[in-house]
């Protein structure tokens, strides 16, 4: 079999599934981040890394600038959805010895100019060289406090969804240029229980159905409801990806003064009650799929 | 200007030059690992990044599970060049859709097998496809005592200088199957004061020019006492690279003791004297060289 039958989750469950993992680790491989216990007691050591590689997260000839930008928003997006502070990261880039240095050094721009708009330190790097595509890999470290802590389990039957912005069309410029939601992240952990929470990188088709897995929960959107981008359809908003806004459950109770206390807070960034959570039924389970279609059937 | 003609330490250099640091990171880009402060006042917090890519670092058709040994000890030698404990790794695989799912696993299984033993749990991973050849980039993160961290700084003129185990000839399979020398860089730290040390990922040539810039001496190599491996000449051990053991320097006053103490604690692995840190000249600092000869010439 060939990992393009496999998929990305399932290629991931079978192959962290058998890890050992340690008691110091709270949450392990499959979350948006990974969180280890740490001396301090009350904070937990987050743990991220991730990639862009050229022809599959950027084409080929993008503004180098805009190529470290998200190469370093992306693990902090997962570090929005954790509700984690990062700190630290490393950069490992692989590029073809004919690459332009000139690029290269737009790229480091681009990364710390990310880096600096969260306060993060590039405290090393590597390079190699490769016979492919330019690939950047970047790990990102940081902490958040225990009872702040957020993933994509805890959330219960009942629970409102909510969405951050607006979702579809990041493809034709968004998904270089965006702002992970880490300050709207922090501010809805230190004001309210969020039961879990996730960043929407694959699109709410895909990444909803992961939300609910993890919370062991089944879920009614109301597709009406959907937040859509200026020139957007219900299909881009549901299927293209790269939006990175935040999704998160919790109980219906706090809905008012969510809604009134966010609005005051943020007034440029829109939060839509999406849906809600529900009980799980096999035929809910069943129906969980990824794309349009299916979907829409299932809420 | 191309990267090729660039080299990478210049590369680095040029890159992370301007990053602003924070004030909590100890060593930043440049060394063998990153390391910054912690809650913990004793304690310091070490990140290291690193990738295999193939037709680099391993060629197509390698054994899967001597590539996962290979991408997990990589970085974990770079922890015992720090004399650091690893603790957590993050993987991100970067692989064709057509790659088999059984190389898949067996590349998981190397990096587990290596992870394991050094008591390191992956608590995470990433999975991207890419146009390209496979790549993979492992990041670490431990810890190290305040008082036991070493760098390639702080090597004293009058110093000896020592190598673990045998130089050259990782070619051809050592490269595959080392074994990251934590164990007994621990046991120095913790027995002896270490004033500078680094892991042999490049070669003597071009790694112990790195060490004695970074402590700002010279050096003097007694080239007939450099260990060799069975079958590798001077050349190799000089240039060829991989070798992945400790290169040290400490006080002289320290080398019976020292000797005397490795032959009981480590009787099958070699420990050798190959020469001493010098006062810097301006001679010796413009003769710092990559490659055999100018590095004869050097000693």
Redo the contacts between chains.
């Keep these: 079999?060939?990992?393009?039958?496999?998929g990305?989750d399932r290629?991931?469950d079978?192959?962290?599934r058998?890890?050992?993992?340690?008691n110091?680790?709270v949450v392990?491989?499959g979350d948006d981040?990974?969180v280890?216990e740490?001396?301090?007691r009350r904070?937990l050591?987050v743990?991220?890394?991730?990639?862009v590689?050229?022809?599959?997260?950027f084409l080929q000839g993008t503004n180098a600038l805009d190529v470290g930008w998200k190469a370093m928003m992306r693990p902090l997006s997962d570090f929005a959805a954790t509700s984690a502070v990062p700190?630290?990261a490393?950069?490992?880039l692989?590029?073809?010895?004919?690459?332009?240095?000139?690029w290269?050094?737009g790229l480091?721009r681009g990364l710390?100019r990310a880096a600096?708009l969260f306060?993060v330190?590039?405290?090393?790097?590597?390079?190699?060289?490769?016979?492919?595509?330019i690939?950047v890999?970047t790990?990102v470290?940081g902490f958040v406090e225990r009872d702040r802590r957020v993933s994509r389990r805890g959330g219960k039957a009942g629970d409102d969804l909510f969405v951050t912005g607006r979702l579809g069309g990041a493809l034709k410029r968004k998904h270089l240029r965006f702002i992970p939601r880490i300050v709207e992240s922090r501010w809805l952990t230190k004001n309210f229980s969020i039961h879990a929470m996730m960043d929407l990188s694959d699109g709410l088709g895909a990444d909803l159905p992961r939300l609910v897995r993890a919370s062991n929960v089944g879920f009614k959107i109301e597709m009406e409801k959907l937040p859509l981008t200026r020139g957007a359809t219900m299909n881009d908003a549901i299927s293209e990806g790269e939006d990175y806004e935040l999704l998160f459950a919790m109980s219906r109770s706090d809905r008012i003064r969510l809604q009134q206390r966010w609005t005051k807070k943020f007034p440029n960034l829109p939060l839509t009650r999406i849906g809600s959570l529900s009980q799980l039924s096999t035929k809910d389970y069943q129906l969980l799929p990824r794309g349009y279609v299916h979907f829409q059937q299932s809420s």
Aim: glycine share 10%; charged share 20%.
């Design positions: 079999m060939k990992l393009g039958d496999l990305e290629l991931l079978l192959l962290l058998c890890l050992s993992l340690k110091a680790v392990g491989p981040c990974a280890v740490m001396h301090d904070k050591l743990l991220k890394s991730d990639c590689v050229e022809g599959v997260h700190q630290f490393l950069v490992t692989m590029a073809p010895e004919q690459t332009e240095v000139a290269v050094k480091y710390r600096k306060e330190g590039i405290v090393g790097g590597e390079t190699s060289s490769t016979p492919g595509p690939a890999s790990s470290v």
